[in-house]
């Protein structure tokens, strides 16, 4: 096995993934570029590769079981562990979202990717983060799902959108599941929020860069052996739940 360290980030085609995975190979680590469109896949990886990342493309679908599988062989094949897992890939789900009018598809489809997704990843990934000395896994959330600043009168959480926010919401409360199973293990496992990053996700009406909204995800992905796990933060510190 390879001692360099070894992360995968599903999503990272574009927008905060590509950033994330920018700034670990920042850091010299080879860092897998998880997306499912290969053209834009393949980009990336040529991207980061001429601004000296060891990057690798990594076919990933996180709604597909196959896909998933595939892409734990190829890390496995490749490097013989995984040291972090930063779950990115996320959808919105669509417009509009307004509870009594939604259409109960956009709802399943979000949380399929934005929970399950996570879920069917981190699970196929599990047995190669055990190998891992430091193993870090950081789900990419956001403060739309905070139950707290949701029902705080004045609190900015953006528009109504009962898939989107709800799906947050329900990658939290999977991330403390993890935390506590993981408990007795040496996996630290956090959510992390990038702030109102302009990405395609929100047609780019955020304030913040790409690469400010991945800023909390690495420093999450490189905690010390003895920080945090099961909780949730942004640049300013932790979010309440």
């Known amino acids: 096995m390879t001692e360099q360290t070894i992360a995968l980030v599903t999503g990272a085609n574009k927008g905060i ?27 990336a990886v040529a991207k980061l590769r001429a601004a000296g990342v060891d990057a690798f493309g990594v076919p990933l679908d996180v709604t ?12 496995e094949d490749r490097a013989g562990r995984l040291d972090v ?5 996320a959808i919105t789900g669509g417009a509009p979202q ?24 981190t699970n196929a990934m599990l047995p190669l983060l055990r190998r891992s000395a430091s193993p870090r896994i950081v789900n990419m959330s956001s403060s739309v799902g905070s139950l707290t ?66 800023a909390i995800a690495i420093r999450l992905a490189t905690l010390p052996d003895d920080g945090p796990t099961g909780r949730f933060f942004d640049d300013a510190g932790e979010v309440p739940w």
């Open 17 to 43: 993934g590509y950033e994330i995975a920018a700034g670990l190979g920042a850091l010299g680590w080879a860092v897998g570029v998880g997306a499912r469109n290969e053209e834009r896949r393949e980009a």
């Open 85 to 89: 897992l930063v779950n990115n890939a």
């Open 149 to 214: 600043l949701q029902s705080t009168p004045g609190a900015e959480t953006g528009p109504i959108a009962v898939a989107y926010a709800p799906s947050k919401t329900f990658l939290n409360a999977v991330t403390v599941q993890y935390a506590k199973e993981l408990h007795d293990t040496n996996i630290l496992i956090n959510s992390a929020c990038p702030g109102f990053t302009a990405t395609d996700l929100n047609n780019f009406r955020g304030v913040r860069t790409p690469e400010q909204g991945a």
């Open 64 to 75: 597909d079981d196959a896909s998933v599988t595939a892409a734990a062989a190829l890390i």
């Open 98 to 121: 307004m509870p009594t009018t939604v259409d109960l598809a956009r709802v399943r489809a979000a949380v399929e990717t934005n929970v399950v997704g996570v879920i069917r990843v």
